[in-house]
């Protein structure tokens, strides 16, 4: 019994040495090859942004290995429907592998609530816009009274990450599982394509193919905070899910939102060409108009 459970220790360590090693050279050559970066050490394309000159500002947050791009295309155009737009990038995103790896969730809620306090300063009202993990981020802010937020519009928020690609086990099981007997692996490259239905927009979507195991860490644990606290929201809350969303759960975020029964309204459509990515995907003209007239509800 003993000379195999030594036998299994020893072929799953070696296997994750391997994986580690492995992993690290993709990694330097990703970063050799494909990645392009500013003389700060930010990833191009990670950049923060803003455009747009109302009196409601629309605080963008984005996803998982991703950053402020997630909202080139809604940005503009919400801009042009009065609302000022400020895209945030999270710390950590965009920024070499040793900082990213260093990346806390107390970090980017810090950096949100100092965000929402320094648009309010001048600007009548703030909105929270969050996609994928950002929409998670968000409804974590909005449920905080003291940060005084305004509305909330989620875009296929992470508010239970889907099991479609995952077998046997839910996500959340395998990482929880895998967690506890990894040794050596600190990053791990994306398993699958970005989960985007228009080819040219999936030919050049900008993300992160390597992230640290930590930061997976933070994104279950966010998932965990939200879970069966919608009727703590108190402000609208905007939905638009992806039906055959690979990433989130779809039902899932149509439940919670339908749970937030304490709040002054809501409302959820759906993009039935989108994958993951609605901001970029087909659909996303249609929810900046749907997006703009909730704002603009009076």
Known sequence: ???????????VGGADFTYDRVV?????????????RHADGLRVGYEDFSCGTGRVVLLMIHGFAAGPVTFG?????????????????????????EEYKKATREQWQAAIRDEISSLRKDHDQVWLV???????????????????????????????????????FSPRTWFKITDHIVIFTDITQMAFP??????????????DEFVPRSVYRQLFSLTDSVAGRASGLRVPVFLAYAESDL????????KFVEAATNA?????????????????????????EKVAAFINHP
């Not at 690290?24 to 392009?36: F, G, I, L, Q």
């Not at 042009?80 to 999270?90: E, P, S, V």
């Not at 959820?268 to 249609?286: F, K, P, R």
Request: aromatic letters at 6%.
């Open 194 to 207: 970005v989960d985007v239905h228009d080819p040219e927009v999936r030919a050049n979507v900008v993300r």
């Open 130 to 168: 969050g996609h994928s993990m950002g929409g998670t981020l968000a409804t974590l802010a909005a449920l905080d009274p003291s940060n005084k937020v305004d509305g909330l519009v989620l875009l296929a928020p992470l508010i239970e990450v889907n099991s479609k690609r995952s077998p046997a």
């Open 1 to 11: 019994m003993l000379i195999a459970v030594a036998a299994f220790v020893v072929l």
């Open 264 to 288: 002054p309204r809501s409302e959820i459509i759906c993009q039935a060409n989108s994958g993951h990515v609605v901001t970029w995907d087909y659909g996303w003209e249609l929810t900046v």
């Open 73 to 97: 295309r809604m940005a503009p155009e919400l801009a042009k429907r009065g609302f000022a737009c400020h895209a945030m990038r999270l710390p950590g995103f965009g920024r070499p592998m």
């Open 247 to 254: 990433v989130a759960n779809p039902q899932a975020a149509c």
């Open 24 to 36: 690290h050279a993709r990694h330097d050559r990703w970063e050799r090859t494909v990645v392009k």
